[in-house]
């Protein structure tokens, strides 16, 4: 599904950035471009990067990076 409508950023994009290593919406925001014109897409972004974190550390999956 498209979060960002100005960028072309899917939810998908999200959570491979956060499997990639990013922690939060800055950090996503500098890998994708996702929240950077209107802003629109922010909060959204923000809550699939809580639930993407939230489902690696409840499975008990190794994340690829110290989560902060």
Do not use: P, W
């Amino acid at each position: 599904m498209y979060v960002c409508l100005c960028k072309g950023i899917t939810d998908t994009q999200i959570t491979d950035a956060v499997a990639g290593g990013a922690t939060n919406l800055r950090q996503v925001r500098k890998a994708l471009g996702v929240a950077s014109q209107c802003g629109k897409c922010g909060v959204l972004t923000q809550e699939i990067i809580n639930e993407t974190l939230s489902m690696h550390t409840s499975a008990g999956t190794e994340l690829f990076y110290a989560a902060v």
